[in-house]
């Protein structure tokens, strides 16, 4: 076992960091849970994302707690927090930063200083990304993908840890506008929040209209963060689990050797290879945390579908036919075989 290499955890060993990730995982979902009701798939996914070193996608009708939820994230991390509105008007400058004019005066001469934008922080979440047109979206691309911006010929690298969280009302509703598929790549998952079901719903009436005194604390630090992403990445898979991870990848494609026939009838464009990393880093990311030092099938299946429903584009038979990128993703898992060992 290795060594993390980190100024606090330097000491501790692969299986002890282990352990400490899951122990942080629980602590941090307890916290949320003073502030967040319910939605405990979104919240797993939330927490992967961090521990994967991803950004996310979360979707869902306006009222669904979905900034609340990214807030609260931000509050049990020792992390710097930003937030931006995305509207119509918004410019790609409102959000990476732009040269202004300053006078010295000292010298009594103007010279140009880089003013910095909210991307330059450690947890960034874009509300209503969907709300501003596709150059402005696009400003994030960079900083997602490099973790850092270039402007006006000079590159700026942001500090460590860097996500990016955005929050995304549905593409049917008035005033939206489709995210490129570039970036839409760039997002780990594409968590889906829904309605909570009537029991959790009326726990959110009760204390949301009484006096709130719940607040959740922090929780993990940066280098915790960075500590477990790399963590993460030193926890083994085994070749029939890396297989099967890029044969359900590579099943969702056309090919010209044969295509199963509902992705030929439904699929415009299948998932990248950019799928199938992000489903093996969330499946080490989801095996850690259920205290297990190993992937299994089932890490990779259960997040087929915010790894994939994003990166499955349907055609028009499909969105005639009323087929949804779920239900294609479910075929997908069915249709794909699983390794005979069984793991």
Do not use: C
Request: proline share 6%; net charge negative.
């Amino acid at each position: 076992m290795s060594k993390v290499e980190s100024p606090i955890l330097e000491a501790v060993d692969d299986v002890a960091l282990a352990d400490r990730m899951k122990t942080s995982r629980d602590r941090m979902v307890a916290e949320l849970g003073k502030v967040i009701i319910g939605q405990a798939a979104v919240i797993e996914q939330v927490m992967l994302t961090l521990f994967a070193g991803g950004n996310s996608l979360i979707v869902g009708v306006p009222g669904l707690a979905k900034t609340l939820l990214v807030r609260t994230v931000a509050d049990v991390l020792d992390l710097k927090f930003a937030r931006i509105q995305f509207t119509p008007d918004l410019m790609p400058s409102d959000i990476t930063g732009t040269d202004i004019i300053q006078d010295d005066p000292e010298t009594g001469k103007r010279h140009m200083v880089f003013s910095p934008g909210p991307v330059f922080t450690n947890v960034l979440l874009a509300d209503e990304i969907n709300r501003t047109p596709p150059k402005t979206q696009s400003a994030l691309l960079e900083a997602m993908q490099e973790h850092r911006v270039t402007i006006q010929g000079r590159t700026y690298t942001l500090d460590e840890p860097f996500h990016v969280f955005a929050t995304q009302n549905p593409i049917e509703l008035e005033g939206t506008y489709p995210l490129p598929e570039a970036q839409l790549d760039r997002f780990m998952f594409h968590i889906v929040i829904d309605h909570p079901p009537e029991s959790e719903e009326i726990e959110v009436l009760r204390t949301t209209t009484a006096i709130q005194d719940a607040k959740a604390e922090r929780a993990v630090t940066g280098a915790e963060i960075l500590a477990y992403q790399r963590l993460v990445r030193r926890v083994p898979v085994a070749e029939p689990v890396m297989a099967y991870t890029l044969r359900l990848v590579r099943a969702s494609r056309r090919h010209p050797t044969g295509t199963l026939d509902f992705i030929e009838k439904w699929v415009s464009y299948g998932a990248s290879v950019r799928a199938a990393q992000y489903l093996i880093l969330g499946a080490k990311a989801r095996a850690v945390t259920r205290g297990r030092y190993h992937v299994s099938l089932e890490d990779v299946r259960a997040l087929a579908h915010p790894v994939l429903r994003h990166r499955v584009l349907t055609n028009f038979h499909a969105e005639s036919e009323g087929v949804k990128t779920d239900q294609i993703i479910d075929r997908l898992l069915d249709a794909v075989p699983a390794p005979k060992s069984g793991m």
